[in-house]
């Protein structure tokens, strides 16, 4: 579906999978190995896609090696339908599956590596984070402690230097 969205239309419409009854006994939906793709854009027993999806379809079997087969190629059309061609167990499915893992129509690539992160500015950002919950703890003790600031600063600053000496944290002007 990864392909046929990017090379022959956008998938818009529902895509149908599995399902526990179908019209069809023997259905390839029954046992999840079918899906209709825009389905009730392409409805069973018509044919109203474009020549041009068509012929992007085609394109897309060919690649595809043969591991899907179309329901456009039944006698009654069924132009949103897309199965596996080959039964369980056919080591064509395996050797497919594996050509596709290791890069074939680039549909499964290795996880793209995530930007470089730009460390954040200031002063906190020399901390590690154990160093910066340790201090963060402290301003909230004092807070805790202290109350709010008084207007004009001097009651909270000398008593925010005693209580955090007294707490066993380093004053504002003493070494580490």
Request: proline share 7%.
């Amino acid at each position: 579906m990864y392909w046929y969205d990017r090379n022959v239309e956008e998938i818009l419409s529902p895509v149908w999978g599995w399902s526990a009854t179908n019209d069809v006994a023997n259905s390839n939906h029954l046992a999840g190995t079918a899906v209709d793709v825009n389905a009730p854009k392409y409805p069973w027993g018509s044919r109203v896609m474009s020549a041009t999806l068509k012929g992007r379809v085609r394109a897309g079997l060919a690649l595809f090696e043969g591991s899907v087969f179309w329901g456009a190629d039944w006698s009654r059309a069924d132009e949103m339908h897309y199965q596996m061609a080959w039964r369980e167990g056919d080591p064509r499915n395996e050797a497919f599956a594996k050509k596709l893992l290791d890069g074939y129509l680039g549909i499964y690539k290795p996880a793209p590596t995530p930007p470089a992160t730009t460390p954040e500015k200031g002063p906190l950002m020399a901390l590690n984070d154990a160093e910066q919950r340790e201090l963060l703890d402290g301003v909230r003790y004092i807070r805790d402690q202290v109350g709010p600031a008084s207007t004009s600063g001097a009651r909270t600053a000398t008593s925010a230097t005693t209580t955090t000496a007294s707490a066993g944290h380093c004053a504002p002007d003493s070494p580490r």
